[in-house]
């Protein structure tokens, strides 16, 4: 329970800063499929959501689209046996050509470690992926979670500490997304193909319904109805940090926090591991952080 006490209050200490409250799931967010696999807290600041079948699952939208800024919250994950189970929390736009930012927890056997899977799509062009192997287990309490979209660069946070940028290089060539409106999403879902070694084990069907709970989302964005109506200028967009820090890089401590992630926990790195006979692409030699 201290983990999460801490988890906690890094979340609502970020709120403060910023002058936000955690919002409400049932407020700001709707379930678009399979609600019955969903529950509330009383207050509203708390959600289940539940796999119940190879074909069941359940997702979670934020009612409002938005042009950067930041989304978090707090998520446990499903406990013991959850491999071919996938939990995910990220952004994406909707339509062609779409832009998407993630984190995906790629379940596993009891005692096995999960996967935290990231990786960013622009114009529709993804392949960026980063994977690490989280330092604490994340189906024993709450831990916090966070994307920061800005004009300047995208940042993966866990628990506050920075565990991968990706950098605005759209002047040299490199796909960033800056234009297509973004919604928030959350989902559980079966993918025994491929989430757990390589798909070679299949999920537990016994052990269902597989169960991931959140709390306390922080939603501090640039909203819109459309991308006409977007506010490209808000305070939002810089919310993580500050405008500072998002253009010019992150500070020493945060660069040697996510150096030392990636160092003993990251397990996947595109730019290092390409497969297939692919080059890395060119922003891989460019610096990130």
């Given at each position: ?11 609502a ?18 379930i678009?499929?399979n ?6 807290s ?5 959600l ?6 190879n074909s069941s699952?359940c997702?979670?939208?934020?009612k ?12 446990k ?8 189970t ?16 993630d984190f995906?927890f ?5 005692g096995?470690?999960?996967t ?5 799509f ?23 979670y966070t994307i920061?979209?800005?004009?300047c ?14 950098r605005?290089?759209r002047?040299k060539?490199?796909?960033y997304?800056?234009k297509?409106p973004?919604?928030?999403y ?5 993918a025994e193909?491929w ?6 084990v299949?999920a537990?069907w ?6 991931a709970g959140y709390r ?14 977007c ?7 810089f919310?993580h ?6 253009c ?11 150096q030392?992630v ?8 595109y ?8 080059k890395?692409?060119p ?7």
């Open positions: 329970m201290e983990s999460s006490r801490r988890a906690l209050l890094l979340v200490v970020a709120a403060m800063a910023i002058g936000l409250a955690s919002a409400s799931f049932r407020d700001n967010c709707d678009k499929w609600p019955e696999n969903a529950a509330f009383d207050d509203g600041h708390g289940t959501m539940s796999l119940k079948s699952g997702l979670l939208q934020t409002k689209q938005f042009i950067y800024g930041s989304v978090s919250t707090l998520i994950l499903v406990p013991g046996n959850s491999a071919g996938v939990t995910t929390y990220y952004t994406s736009s909707v339509g062609d050509d779409h832009d998407e930012i995906e790629l379940g596993n056997e009891t096995q470690p999960y935290l899977h990231t990786n960013v622009a114009d529709g062009v993804g392949k960026k992926e980063m994977q690490f192997v989280p330092w604490f287990d994340p189906t024993a309490d709450f831990h916090a920061s979209w800005t004009p660069m995208i940042v993966w946070y866990v628990d506050d500490v920075p565990i991968r940028v990706f605005n290089y002047d060539g490199i796909a997304p800056i297509r973004m919604f928030g959350s989902s559980i879902w079966s193909d989430a757990t070694q390589g798909g070679r299949k537990d016994s052990k269902a319904p597989f169960v306390d989302m922080v939603l501090d964005v640039c909203p819109c109805d459309g991308a006409d109506s506010v490209y200028g808000c305070d939002g967009a919310s940090g500050g405008r500072q820090q998002n010019a890089g992150l500070t020493d401590q945060q660069r040697a926090k996510m030392e990636q160092k003993t926990h990251r397990i996947y790195d730019c290092v591991d390409y497969r297939d006979n692919k890395p692409g922003e891989c030699s460019l610096p990130q952080y």
